[in-house]
């Protein structure tokens, strides 16, 4: 059962920045109080990026306690990211929000460590600690989002005349929240790699699949099912426990099993929803978007899916036995076509 839940917060990390030899060519850091505590975000470019006057783009990243800076020997990159912000660097100012309690830089040496540890389920403090815990909830990330578009749309140098969201995975269900509930100044809001039901009913669609494909028998994956009818019963009686979990904390099962739909067909601004045909924890439910949109008649859709294409974008190639024997990083060209939904 861990691997499953470890599946459902998988994350991008497709390391494809140009290291930067000082951090402050990379990006600048900004810190905003947040009661007792501070939000910290990074906007893509140098000083001189922050005197030209830009839309922004809010890019919200997937699950994990991932740092989205990489100190590589005398340098500095991006790896927490499905595309490379640096190709459109003059067409928007690029931001991204550090996760509470996750640091913002870390060498090779701990990222080695730390995808080990994600790998194998360890949630150690040095990798997941009390504080990321704490605030890993879907409210906590809508308000941080909110918060920094709130002082960004004031500063000289943003065009808020344009204000992009741009989230997947995780960043999915944020997005959704956000963009239908909380900030106005949004215009355009781009989704990708979500789901429009809820989270952990992808636990339960990885058991049916894993019978129809032999792995258990039908069996054995209604037992499983069972069992997780009764972890769900505890999590809804537990909603903010952050002590009980279940491979995440009961309070992120909670407010990430939202059902999406409701806040996708609230969303009124110009939507471009995205996935992969081979995303096996999502494709099956986003199929339906266009239907759900139809009949509530709703026109802000703007609907694609890329066959054989997996969870962070990668084009899966199969032999004939369906067997996948490559796969090819297509996350670039993704992006490329928001841009061009944008430029629209």
């Known amino acids: 059962m861990r691997g499953l839940i470890l599946i459902a917060c998988l994350l991008f990390s497709v390391e494809v920045f140009a290291q930067h030899k000082e951090l402050a060519n990379l990006c600048q850091i900004f810190h905003l109080p947040d009661g007792k505590d501070t939000t910290t975000f990074i906007v893509f470019g140098n000083k001189d990026d922050l005197k030209q006057k830009k839309p922004l783009f809010l890019f919200r990243q997937g699950s994990q306690p991932m740092p ?3 100190q590589y020997k005398d340098g500095f990159y991006m790896p927490v990211s499905p595309f490379r912000f640096r190709d459109f660097k003059d067409k928007y100012h690029f931001v991204m929000i550090s996760k509470p309690g996750v640091r913002l830089v870390a060498d090779s040496v701990y990222l080695d460590q ?4 994600m790998r194998n389920g360890d949630t150690s403090e040095v990798f997941v600690s009390k504080k990321y ?3 890993n909830y879907r409210e906590k990330y809508v308000q941080q ?3 920094v578009i709130d002082f960004l749309v004031k500063q000289s140098w943003v065009d808020s005349k344009k204000v992009v969201f741009c989230g997947g995975s995780e960043g999915f269900t944020v997005g959704a929240d956000l963009v239908a509930n909380r900030n106005k100044h949004i215009t355009h809001a781009i989704l990708f790699s979500g789901n429009p039901e809820r989270r952990f009913e992808n636990i339960i669609y990885r058991l ?3 019978a129809k494909s032999g792995i258990m028998t039908v069996k054995e994956a209604q037992e499983e099912i069972d069992k997780l009818y009764e972890v769900w019963k505890d999590i ?3 909603p903010e426990s952050v002590e009980k979990s279940f491979g995440d904390t009961y309070r992120a099962w909670y407010s990430f099993s ?3 739909l409701d806040n996708l067909l609230k969303i009124q601004i110009p939507l471009y929803v995205t996935y992969g045909t081979e995303d096996g924890e999502i494709a099956a439910n986003m199929d ?3 239907i759900e949109f139809e009949i509530a008649g709703k026109r802000n859709l703007t609907f694609k899916s890329y066959p054989n294409y997996n969870h962070q974008f990668f084009e899966l190639k199969k032999n004939p036995s369906g067997e996948i024997i490559d796969k090819i990083y297509q996350g670039d060209a993704v992006a490329a076509e928001w841009i061009k939904w944008l430029e629209r």
């Open 68 to 70: 989205i800076i990489h």
């Open 114 to 117: 730390y995808q080990k540890a």
């Open 133 to 135: 815990l704490k605030n």
């Open 145 to 147: 989002c909110d918060q």
């Open 208 to 210: 049916r699949q894993d």
């Open 236 to 238: 809804c009686r537990n």
């Open 258 to 260: 939202i059902r999406n």
């Open 288 to 290: 339906m978007l266009p």
